[in-house]
């Protein structure tokens, strides 16, 4: 699978939205875009996923440029619950049985800030 | 009721000792995993199984013995523990053609071994 950027970190205020940001520049045509949290002493959530087009859900939404060389999760209203390490990870669609796991990097840790 | 369920939760035991982890899944999922997640917060990928067979078994000591008696359950056996052994191991499943959906993951159970 493709490798992502992220940064190490981002801080943002409560109630206003954030941007993640994630760059996988060698993104191949069947790379789905997974994001995934994990908050303080839990397992990893799913959060969206998305090939080409935007994608909303209850929790976020993801934004994939045109070029599909980056992607911006968004939150429309941080709160305190939305502090997590946010995780960008593609998964190929054709992944063979040797390739079903997820390969995690290490994140961005969001802070809210009250 | 609990997709992804690992027991136990907390795990203090001594150095030389053998243990177990359980996990379970309720989603009919084909595929489970056992990632470690360790003092620096970096999850990696143990095992994988799939349809009860292994597929991926990365460099872990072989110490470590995943069972899957079923698709629903796939436990971890660790003999003869060390000090660095220690850390939070996570069980998750997936259907195989996991860029449909997402993965989900159990809340962890944190090993000490002192």
């Known amino acids: 699978d493709a490798k992502t950027t992220q940064p190490n970190s981002m801080e943002s205020n409560e109630e206003e939205p954030v941007h993640l940001p994630c760059n996988h520049s060698t993104i191949s045509g069947t790379d789905y875009i997974h994001w995934y949290r994990q908050l303080p002493s839990q397992g990893p959530e799913y959060v969206i996923h998305?090939?080409?087009s935007n994608v909303n859900n209850r929790m976020a939404s993801l934004a994939i440029a045109e070029d599909r060389k980056s992607s911006t999760l968004i939150l429309h209203r941080a709160t305190l619950r939305d502090a997590a390490v946010y995780y960008c990870?593609?998964?190929?669609?054709?992944?063979?049985?040797?390739?079903?796991?997820?390969?995690f990097g290490k994140g961005t840790k969001l802070s809210v800030i009250p | 009721d609990t997709a992804v369920s690992q027991t136990p939760k907390y795990l203090v035991t001594q150095m030389g000792n053998d243990k177990s982890i359980k996990c379970e899944q309720n989603?009919?999922?084909?595929?489970m995993y056992w990632y470690k997640q360790d003092s620096k917060k970096f999850l990696k990928i143990m095992f994988s199984?799939?349809?009860?067979?292994?597929?991926i078994n990365e460099t872990v000591p072989n110490r470590f013995s995943p069972k899957s008696p079923d698709k629903a359950h796939l436990n971890l056996h660790i003999n003869s523990l060390e000090l660095g052994d220690s850390a939070v191991y996570f069980c998750?499943?997936?259907?195989?053609?996991?860029?449909?959906?997402?993965?989900?993951f159990g809340s962890g159970t944190r090993l000490t071994v002192v």
């Open positions: 990870i593609l998964k190929n669609a054709y992944s063979g049985a040797g390739s079903y796991q997820l390969t």
């Open positions: 989603l009919g999922h084909d595929t």
């Open positions: 998305g090939l080409t």
């Open positions: 199984y799939n349809n009860k067979e292994l597929i």
């Open positions: 998750a499943s997936s259907q195989d053609r996991q860029w449909r959906s997402g993965y989900t």
